[in-house]
């Protein structure tokens, strides 16, 4: 019997906000932190002084290398006028921001803060593709990046480990992109707002435009198949199977539970919070399961007395396509080798039974790597309030939704469970 | 009035443990925490089973960008035999480790868990001098770092600014020096275990054996007067007012009030959590003075009920010699411009009413940053306990005592109060 872990103290979340995820070669942290806090603050219905905020949890991974500038908490503490109150810098690689929410939740519950400001910011596309490759492989463990691991070749060995055990293959994949494509193309704030059937009419376009011979394909597994248009990465990982380089911000105002109806009549509440660590791929029995994912479900379960069944949609960590059918099935969603099935099925689409990464994912949202963690939470506030526009989970009480962020190859994960009441 | 921070559950120290400070080209990150750890495991007098410790909070700085290897909680959790289960780096520049101690107390005030490891770990002395001076530069604000600053050019100013505001000179900066070294050598885990009489008699020897002309000091001043044994560094920084390079870890248990007498007699409570930002040298309208101490002042008082007079003795973040008497003054234990008098007229000896950096300071214990703000735990620890064996302070009943710990050009800055009962 696990440990049920409790809160001393409920925490909600009473605003969010988040900038648009892309490329903004013009755009600087602070730019882009200063895009969502202006709409966390727009976002709570019933007003509120920032001047009350007492203390910011950042996540943030890359700054002290990419951007040669770090001790990033005084820095947007100063931005948004919070000095000389408490900031505090978090850091799990691409789940920094998930542990800042954490962290957040647990200053709160402990009594000593009511108001926390939660965020995440990641600044990475001023550095080459190469540059950006190489300096995230600084979050595999050393049996990992100094073998010459980097991302793409984690997650494609995952992928052959996955195939080898269930049977899958390639076509499953897809499946799992195409899905993500198709809710970004409902996404405004999406790096790649784009359906796969928009990718191949801007393509043919393109070609008509520049006189080159125009492509065609059947239907989208035809694009994917395609090595013109999806390139190889890593075998299995193709072009479409990995998330982009991105820069973004993303934070959210929680309170304790009390006063939470002073900001709005609509909060949500924190009733799941797990993490985990994990030992990396030379210490895995099984490349398809990850130890933390499981331990940060259970530690999040546990808590909030709910099941895998009970949770109604869900973000999940899609850094590569294969990493979303690892996660579904860890999480409990689905059955340890059914989640290519599901997805193929379209159990995980945004109208089917778990709809899993309405926003789009980080394949197509965009995966601002600090900014991420708050980024997926943003999606589950948008959707719990039914704020999420022409991809709101279309014909269901939402009342539970969830967000299972990644860092390094499995070295931290966190699972977060929010409830509208 | 000030807000009265409080905890809905009281937290206690019950082990604690500190690798030797220095420079050690032979051993990692792993090696420097694990003697810490080993060390934490033997002081829990009534024994302990390792596999009870539920998360971990891990200070660290400058691996990312210094060894080129990020993402640490993962890999001592590793390291320690914890995962699956959680492991949160923090980062506040060189105050890493306070604000990992600080997460620790939130963990278990929430009610979320009941016994967390926190710790720091840093590896810095496989750098040349150059890199390092460089990459702290990393925790400056941007308006500073760039313009050229790197750290001793900034505690220059500061002690140019002091010196013009309150009359004082480089001879009362060398009172901290002298003070500092005194302590270290009755401190065998000090990098520089030695006083300035220690250094003057050796650099005497080295000149004999040598051949060389040997050297005559009238006194420690004189020796520090001395431009061949003390050269400049930044004006006022001198040689002997820098701290050192260093790598070094520790770590600390901490677990819940009510279970803390089940693994020792003599736990010491957390009565007192401050902390606070800062905005950078740019913006600050007297450089005598850092506005994030002040708030970790406020802070941790107010969730005391205590004054600076019921501080019995504290470890400061004597990063330069000039940051010793800053910080005394804003702790509130000497009146603004009252600190250099102070130091003078040796109040703050060990033998003295207010004793401060009884374990010879980060500038003689050494500063591996992200181990520095448990490591000045470890000191209180020890005074607390009446284990600091020669260098106890003498002839007290010691209670309570504290820790300051500094990050940056005060981005980041945390003052902890500890008491025995």
Redesign the interface.
Known sequence: MKKK?????GVAVVGAGMSKFGMFKDKDSKDLFAEAFREMLASIDKGFDPNDIE??YLGN?TN??FI????W???I??LIG????????????CASSA?AF??G???I?????DIVLVGGVEEMSKRTTEEVAEGLA?????YE?RVGFTFPGVFGALATAYFHKYGANREHLMNVTIKSHSNASLNPKAQFPFSIKDMMTMKTETAKKKGKPVPHWDDEKAFLRDPGANPVVAWPMHLYDCCPISDGGACMLLVAEEIAKNFTDNPLYIVG?G??????LH?AADLTTM??T???AD?AYG?SGLKPEDIQFSEVHDCFSIAELIHIEDLGFFKPGQGYKAVEEGLTRRDGPMPINTSGGLKCKGHPVGATGIGQLFEVWKQLRGEAGERQIPNKDLRIGAAHNL??TG??CTFTILERR
């Open positions: 872990h409790k809160l001393a103290r203390a910011l991974f002290d290398f040669h500038q770090g001790h908490g005084p820095i503490s100063d919070l000095a000389p109150k408490p900031a505090t810098r978090t850091e799990g690689a542990l954490r962290e939740v647990f200053a519950a402990s009594g000593f803060y600084l979050a595999t463990v050393p990046g919070i993490q985990g660590s994990g030992k990396g210490a130890e933390a499981k331990n940060a530690e808590m860092g390094g070295g931290t």
